[in-house]
Every structure is written in C-alpha cells, then in structure tokens.
C-alpha cells in the first residue's frame, strides 16, 4: 500500500488506521512526486496492491498566482507522474483511491455522485483537473475519486480555526449564514477510505461527506451552544474578501452533497451529525 501526503492531516491519521489494519504502508514522499523523480517513484510503486492519493498544497491561504500554481502543481501535476508511474508498473494495483473535493460542485442546487455538474470558478476548475489525471489511470485498475468535504477533527484542522471565536465567547457566522457546509468527521473519513479500498463496489466518484445537510448559520448555532457562546455575530462577507481574497469564496460559498453511494453501502457513520460530531470532544485528540 502506497499512501501520498502520509503524514498530513489526513494521511497521517489514515496512516495509523490501515496499519492498525495490518496494511504496510509505503508513504510517497515530496522528493519521490517531484519532477525529476519519475524512476524513483515507479520503484517505490514496485509491489503496492493499492495506491491512496493524498498529496495537496493546503488549500486554506491566499490565492495568489504563485500559490495558485502551487495549488496546481501539488494536486494535478502529482496526481499526472503518479498515474504515469502506476500504469508503468508490471504487476498494476488493483486500486487507486485519489482525492478530490465537495468545491467541485456548484454553489446551488444539491448534489449526488450520479450528477454530473460541475461549479465554476478556480476551486471547481482545479478539481475537474485534477480529477482527470486520476481518470488516466490503466483501466484494469479499479479508480475511487473521493471528493471530500470539510474535515474536522477535534484538536486540529479547519474545526479548531472555526471555532476559536466560539472559545472567546463569540459565534460569528459568516454573510447571511445560509451557504451549505459539506463536512466529514476525519474518523469517518479514514473509516471511508479503508472500506473504499476493501469495497470493490465503490468506484468512480464517492462523495466523503456527512449525511446531514446544515448551512454554516447553523453550524454556529449548534457549536457555539456547545461552547457557550456569549455573543452571536455576523462576519460581512466584504470583511472575508479583505482578508482572504478569491479563497474566500470557499468561506461565504458552499455545497450541498450527498453521499449516495456511501449510504447505499450502508456506512455507518460515527458522526452522521454535528451534535454527535461535539459529542467526540469528550473522547479525546482523535
């Protein structure tokens, strides 16, 4: 098992559960998906069984045209010379989970893994694209293109960021607060992806997401009761884009998504909720 962006936010934790699991996790380096490194990569490939993607320039800075090249270049660029070193090997895996993002979809409307729109905008574009790398993949290798929404997890990542205004007695939602939030508890999510690579049912697109449908008006409600919110104020969305620039669209935007194929499946979500996602704070730093 090869595993790109193994020791991120994601794939650290993913990491540690498929080798819970009894995988032996072989982690892809930056210097092995570098440019240049073609051979060496298709080496360390030698062998793999299954192959997940992770690699990802963080996606939460501002966009500017330096990073957005770097945004570029991490996610389609990587996911090309890995493609290109997995279709060179003699022996192939039998799958490849690569991801995306729930920003692939429109801002309106709700969307399933049978739809087939796609958001405008940089975000969006960057997904199709690097979706397509994904799909150049030898067909005799099963493809899972997971698009996930926003991970949380209790001591780190986007949720200690949205919630650090709640922790000083303040919930701010952002603009009108009506976007819809596409999220994921970051245990469901590695539990996802070690039932996609089990699952030879799942292929092609699965949307990564929790089952309940919430705007981000009600998230801050939800949270911020949670932690006892003094103050409950909106964020202007002209404020978002002083600070944040185009990125911070991703912020007073939003998608709705459905994780069809997930519950078809029947996943049984630790968190199908935002109570019961507040309701791990108490279990510890997972």
């Given amino acids: 098992m090869a595993v790109s962006g193994a020791t991120g936010f994601i794939g650290g934790r993913l ?3 498929l080798v819970a699991a009894g995988w032996q996790v072989v982690p892809l380096g930056r210097g092995l998906l570098a440019a240049g490194a073609e051979e060496r990569l298709a080496q ?9 993607n ?21 996610r389609v660029g ?42 405008a905008g940089f975000l969006a574009g960057l997904c199709g694209a690097w979706e397509h790398e994904a799909r150049q993949v030898d067909p005799r290798v099963r493809l899972a293109v997971t698009r996930f929404g926003v991970v949380l997890a ?6 200690r960021r949205m919630t650090l205004p709640m922790r000083l007695g303040v919930a701010a939602r952002i603009g009108s607060g ?11 999510l590695v539990r996802v992806l070690g039932r996609v690579l089990e699952d030879d049912g799942l292929s092609g697109v699965v949307n990564c997401v929790a089952p309940q449908r919430i705007d981000n008006a009600e998230f801050t409600r939800i949270a911020g009761r949670y932690y006892h919110d003094a103050v409950r104020i909106p964020i202007p969305v002209w404020a978002m884009r002083v600070v944040f620039g185009e990125m911070a669209g991703v912020l007073t935007g939003g998608q709705c998504v459905v994780p069809a194929k997930l519950q078809e499946a029947g996943f049984a979500y630790r968190s199908p909720d935002i109570g019961a996602f507040l309701e791990r704070l108490k279990e510890g730093p997972k």
């Avoid at 090997?89 to 991801?99: I, N």
């Avoid at 209790?154 to 949720?159: E, I, Q, T």
Wanted: aromatic letters at 10%.
């Fill in 15 to 17: 990491t540690e559960h």
């Fill in 44 to 52: 360390a490939l030698a062998g793999c069984g299954a192959v997940v």
């Fill in 54 to 74: 992770l690699a990802g320039a963080p996606i939460d800075r501002r966009w500017t045209r330096a990073y957005r090249k770097q945004l570029y270049d991490s």
């Fill in 78 to 119: 990587v996911t090309r010379r890995l493609v290109a070193a997995i279709n060179a090997q003699s022996g192939l895996p039998r799958v490849l989970v690569s991801a995306s993002a729930a920003g692939y979809y429109p801002e309106t409307g709700c969307y399933s893994e049978y739809d087939q729109a796609q958001g």
């Fill in 154 to 159: 209790p001591r780190g990542g986007a949720f």
């Fill in 178 to 188: 009506r976007q819809p939030m596409a999220w994921i508890d970051r245990e469901d």
